[in-house]
């Protein structure tokens, strides 16, 4: 059962009761759906509330990654000179669906500074390119395994 559809739903329930179909109607009526959502949880023995908040930090998490990456690159780009040291690291997977691995390197790849090149053929590493490798080959792993697969797993399982 997919408790966001429902609550999705029981927002447009609330604003076809109310008659206003305004965003701020929307809003509460997603709001009032999450509480009722939220009381019938434990009967239906979902975790809803704790992954939409978990959902929420993802995206909050991804938005900060978004702005500091392309301040970052675009501090490279004006500065003259040739400054960044790029290249193409494999990464170990945690991550074994369709959904958690096509989730990771379509935010990796929208993250400016780095692009996702292939997933292995028994999907047990990603391969990405970097454009600031820096000097530690292993921190652009651990960032990659603790920040954003370690928050796709928590929301998708």
């Known amino acids: 059962m997919n408790f966001f559809l429902i609550n999705i739903m029981l927002a447009f329930i609330w604003a076809t009761v109310t ?31 704790a992954n939409f908040w978990r959902a929420i930090y993802l995206f909050i998490y991804f938005l900060k990654e978004l702005v500091l990456s392309s301040i970052r690159v675009a501090i490279d780009v004006m500065r003259p000179g040739f400054n960044m040291k790029s290249g193409v690291v494999s990464i170990p997977l945690d991550a074994k669906t369709d959904l958690e691995i096509t989730m990771l390197a379509n935010m990796i790849t929208l993250t400016p500074g780095t692009l996702t090149l292939d997933v292995s053929d028994d999907r047990t590493k990603l391969y990405i390119h970097a454009m600031y490798i820096d000097t530690d080959v292993e921190a652009v792993r651990r960032d990659v395994k603790n920040g954003m697969e370690k928050r796709i797993l928590r929301v998708l399982r």
Do not use: D
Request: charged fraction near 5%; proline fraction near 3%; charge should be positive.
């Open 19 to 49: 008659g206003s179909f305004s965003a701020g109607n929307l809003v509460i009526g997603f709001g009032l759906g999450y509480l009722i959502l939220l009381m019938v949880q434990p009967v239906y023995k979902s975790n809803y509330a």
